[in-house]
């Protein structure tokens, strides 16, 4: 009977911590969200992070979560394609370059 009581203790352990990993990654999770929206805007006021407390924490809304993280991935992505299209009219440059002044001797 003691072996099963501890048996059973070590398993609502076990849950319990469990529980509370998959809350703080959840955490984690929401945070990171915010972090690249406020990058995505560019800037933070007192009302727009009230806002994402309340829409994260207050009353969780998962529909607008979705929706949030589709334009942060969405601006992510754009972000990354200027950025190569950038580093391409760079190199293409330095090459012009190159060619010219092997043209020029």
Not at 50 to 61: G, K, Q, V
Not at 75 to 101: D, G, H, P, Y
């Amino acid at each position: 009977m003691l072996i099963v009581l501890g048996f059973m203790a070590i398993i609502l352990g076990l849950t319990l911590w469990v529980t509370s990993l998959k809350a703080e990654k959840e955490l984690y999770s929401d945070n990171d969200l915010k972090y690249r929206y406020i990058q995505m805007i560019g800037h933070a006021t007192q009302e727009e992070m009230a806002t994402m407390d309340t829409i994260f924490y207050f009353h969780r809304n998962n529909r607008k979560i979705k929706e949030l993280r589709k334009q942060i991935e969405i601006f992510e992505e754009n972000v990354k394609q200027r950025a190569r299209i950038i580093e391409q009219e760079e190199r293409l440059k330095r090459e012009r370059s190159e060619i010219e002044t092997k043209l020029i001797k």
